[in-house]
């Protein structure tokens, strides 16, 4: 590592870390929520965010974990009309495009759905290209996925999430969402105790209260991701990192000690 590398090391290091985080008793808000509004966050991404799910390890190995859990919470219905909510490119489309008739992909990022719009069956799935908070969509769904949106969104903007996809969920619909930023998981509360955490995350509660406060049930959670929520670089090998998750998602997945979980949830 050369000097300059080095000092902009540490510059981002006392940049982004709140050595206090070790004392919170709840997640901090997100620093970017001052400068930029999540609505636009993705305008400029597509192929590129999607190829990540394949590209970057510790990514991947927790993707084929929500593959496998989207599956068991499915437990092979037949999904009539599916809305992927804040699809972007289409990562839990594709993935749910043999279980369903017909898919609907709303996201306010023309150039996400792009690449959405070349990797489904345009035959089988429409598109609406707009911010969620300015629509109604009129219609009905037994299926809504909301994937990497919850924690990410400002809180009115997960407010209003929760409510425009309760308003949209059919008697009998179901849920499946997660978050990916569970503050009380084991690597974020290690990444707090070693001063490396800037102290952002969403919790159970603030889930549940989202839930709870739109007439909405959680019916189970499973999560994964127990020993480290780094994608790129960790000191364990992820040949282990891999091997243990895979493990421990067998063994015991019905806690809230994973940085992600996945939510199903009903009516
Ligand atoms: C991190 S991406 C997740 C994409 C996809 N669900 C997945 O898991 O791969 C979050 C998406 O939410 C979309 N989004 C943010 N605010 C939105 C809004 N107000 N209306 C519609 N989509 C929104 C962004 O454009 C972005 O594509």
Redesign the pocket.
């Known amino acids: 590592m050369n000097l300059i590398k080095l000092k902009n090391f540490f510059v981002n290091y006392f940049k982004k870390t709140k050595f206090y985080a070790i004392f919170l008793f709840k997640p901090l808000k997100k620093k970017y929520w001052k400068v930029k509004d999540?609505?636009t966050?993705?305008y400029n991404k597509g192929e590129d965010y999607h190829e990540k799910f394949e590209k970057l390890v510790g990514r991947k190995i927790i993707w084929d974990l929500e593959k496998k859990i989207i599956t068991e919470f499915l437990d092979d219905k037949k999904i009539s009309h599916h809305l992927?909510f804040?699809?972007?490119?289409g990562?839990?489309a594709q993935f749910l495009e043999k279980n369903t008739d017909h898919q609907y992909l709303?996201?306010?990022?023309k150039k996400?759905l792009e690449h959405a719009k070349k990797i489904l069956d345009i035959n089988k799935s429409t598109f609406f290209d707009?911010?969620?908070?300015k629509i109604n969509l009129d219609k009905k769904f037994d299926l809504i996925t909301a994937?990497?949106?919850f924690p990410?969104?400002e809180i009115f903007?997960r407010k209003s999430a929760m409510k425009f996809i309760s308003e949209h969920l059919s008697n009998n619909g179901i849920i499946i969402m997660n978050n990916h930023y569970n503050f009380w998981s084991l690597p974020f509360i290690f990444s707090r105790l070693t001063f490396r955490s800037d102290g952002f995350g969403m919790s159970h509660k603030e889930v549940k209260e989202l839930v709870e406060s739109n007439h909405l049930k959680i019916y189970e959670y499973k999560s994964i991701g127990l020993l480290t929520n780094k994608e790129r670089k960790t000191i364990l090998p992820w040949s282990f990192v891999s091997k243990f998750e895979n493990y421990f998602y067998k063994k015991f997945s019905n806690h809230l000690i994973g940085y992600n979980v996945l939510y199903l949830i009903g009516k």
Do not use: K, P, Q, V
């Open positions: 999540y609505t966050s993705h992927d804040a699809s972007g490119t990562r839990i709303l996201d306010s990022s996400m707009e911010d969620f908070t994937f990497r949106f990410n969104a903007l």
